[in-house]
């Protein structure tokens, strides 16, 4: 599929430009509190209807524009870190309408809730259940929305943290009761109903010194579309583009569903998977028959959606004899496809699942595997998060496994793409660097990040242009890496925790991603680029 929306991208980008020919633009100025043109807010337009959402950033002469708005009802809101500004609701828009609207920002509260995860490691104060909390918690979300912004006494933090550990039991099995107890204690020291923190963070002697990244003005260049998961707790992994036009949303956790979205209007429908207990649904990708596959990681299960009985049928990968129930004893991550219509899946360990015969073989030497990608010739290039991390290449008919180290041994390759010049690219999630290989010349390349070690990278994708995408998981950034240049810009991203997983270029050439602790999936693009790949 990967090499498909490539091929079609170019072409389509011009068919996605008159689609909104006929939208609405919205324009206007943010000022701050002493007059002074405001740079950086983001000024949001969400639909009242269908809760789509269109976000863009006001420069440094505080002007923002919203452009290919489709005719509707909507509210806009700014947002911006220590300031608010009153909402604009019922703003009724017109096809051909130019609009206009000016904000002017009030001080407000900075809140443990905006701040990134980056920040809580410098602010939060040390002890085991700090530790406990980076170290067990943070692997599918962060401290924002689920625990900064909400109260709860001691007995209500009990509560949450043996729920984690009930619903989770596939990948926090290692955590002990003494542990459970510990965390808990924490969080209501940190942000339980009587919490020792003060209220705002921005009250802690440290605080002016980490303060949020600094951005140039390319920043404001870049737009976003959001549209709202229907229910709670969904946790949007990514939104993986069919070739109808739908987007493909695995929910991860309990919540046991996979969630069809269609981008023009909006709706979502929900498709249940059988699983009793929690699938924790990783990865859901469309086939070229318009099935849609996907990898559920706590039962070790692949299912498959039936476009005519429009339900999912699941296949059971034995656990290893000893190790049933536990990511250790074989788990399903990522799925992609190869050209003989054999269903590839990441996890533990690389597994390969035939649907004629309905059955798997697992390659158990790889250990733990991450991300995988398809070459040009239909090759599977996946990631092993060891030490040495490594590329590896399995070719589809041969079986032949060819590993890569990394260069940096304990750099923890995670997410892996393919640009179009067959450039295998992976982020280095313990050392903030993004990696490339050659595989004509069997080279390596790294690239530093600017935020340094603790950037995380993690989402990772190729644009239109053949530029490099990452997300930060510590920073709540967006990086772009020009390969021509070496050049990496960063951008802001709308909302703390945006734990993106993947990104996934379509045919219109947007870049669509889901931000699973925020209930969200979206996509966006820059004002003003053009596409060229020389």
């Known amino acids: 599929m990967q090499w498909l929306s490539r091929t079609f991208a170019l072409a389509s980008l011009l068919a996605f430009s008159s689609t909104f020919a006929s939208a609405a633009t919205v324009a206007g100025t943010v000022k701050g509190p002493d007059g002074a043109p405001f740079e950086g807010g983001f000024v949001e337009a969400q639909n009242t209807q269908n809760k789509i959402t269109f976000i863009a950033l006001s420069d440094a002469q505080g002007r923002f524009l919203l452009e290919k708005v489709p005719a509707g009802e909507y509210r806009l809101h700014i947002k911006a870190v220590g ?8 703003v009724s828009l017109k096809s051909n309408q130019n609009t206009s609207y000016d904000f002017t920002l009030q001080k407000d ?20 259940g700090k530790d406990l909390l980076f170290h067990d918690c943070f692997a599918c979300h962060g401290f924002q929305t689920r625990m900064a912004a909400v ?160 339900r999912i049928t699941e296949f059971l ?74 590329v590896v290449k399995m070719d589809w008919q041969t079986l032949k496994m060819t590993r890569y180290a990394v260069p940096t041994k304990d750099g923890l390759p995670r997410r892996i ?41 993690y989402g990772l994708g190729v644009d239109a242009n053949g530029d490099i995408w990452y997300s930060s998981y510590y920073f709540d950034v967006l990086g772009r890496l020009d390969p021509a240049t070496g050049k990496i810009t960063q951008y802001p991203f709308p909302h703390s925790e945006n734990t993106i997983r993947e990104f996934f270029l379509d045919a219109e050439g947007r870049m669509w991603y889901g931000s699973p602790s925020n209930n969200k999936v979206g996509y966006f693009y820059l004002t003003g680029k053009k596409v060229s790949r020389d």
């Open 83 to 90: 300031y608010r500004a009153d909402d604009r609701p019922g």
């Open 109 to 128: 509260m900075i809140r443990w809730s905006d701040l990134s995860i980056d920040q809580a490691r410098a602010l939060l104060p040390p002890g085991t």
């Open 151 to 310: 109260r709860r006494d001691l007995d209500g933090w009990k509560d949450r943290v043996q729920y984690m550990r009930d619903a989770m039991h596939f990948s926090l099995d290692f955590v002990t009761d003494q542990d459970a107890s510990q965390l808990a204690g924490y969080l209501d020291n940190a942000f339980g109903a009587e919490a020792t923190l003060p209220k705002s963070p921005a009250d802690l002697p440290g605080y002016k010194d980490n303060m949020a990244v600094k951005f140039t003005s390319d920043a404001s260049k870049i737009v976003y579309v959001e549209y709202d998961m229907p229910g709670p707790d969904r946790m949007p992994f990514s939104a993986a583009p069919g070739k109808d036009g739908y987007l493909w949303i695995p929910n991860f956790g309990s919540a046991n569903k996979i969630t069809r979205l269609d981008a023009k209007t909006g709706a979502m429908e929900d498709f249940p998977a059988p699983n009793p207990g929690t699938a924790a649904v990783h990865s859901a990708v469309e086939a070229s028959d318009g099935s849609v596959w996907l990898a559920e990681q706590a039962p070790n299960k692949l299912g498959r959606w039936d476009p005519q009985t429009r």
């Open 317 to 390: 990968d034995p656990f290893e004899p000893g190790k049933e129930g536990v990511k250790e004893g074989g788990s399903k991550h990522t799925v992609r496809f190869d050209p003989g219509g054999n269903v590839w899946v990441t996890g533990e360990p690389l597994s390969r699942f035939v649907p004629e015969t309905g059955k798997f073989t697992n390659y158990w030497e790889t250990g733990h595997t991450y991300s995988i990608a398809n070459d040009t010739q239909g090759n599977i290039w996946f990631t092993i998060t060891g030490t040495p991390g490594q």
């Open 417 to 457: 793409q393919i640009d179009f010049k067959g450039i295998i690219w992976f982020g280095e999630y313990n050392r903030g660097k993004l990696g490339s290989f050659d595989p004509k010349t069997e080279t390596f390349h790294e690239y530093d990040l600017p935020t340094g070690p603790l950037t995380h990278p």
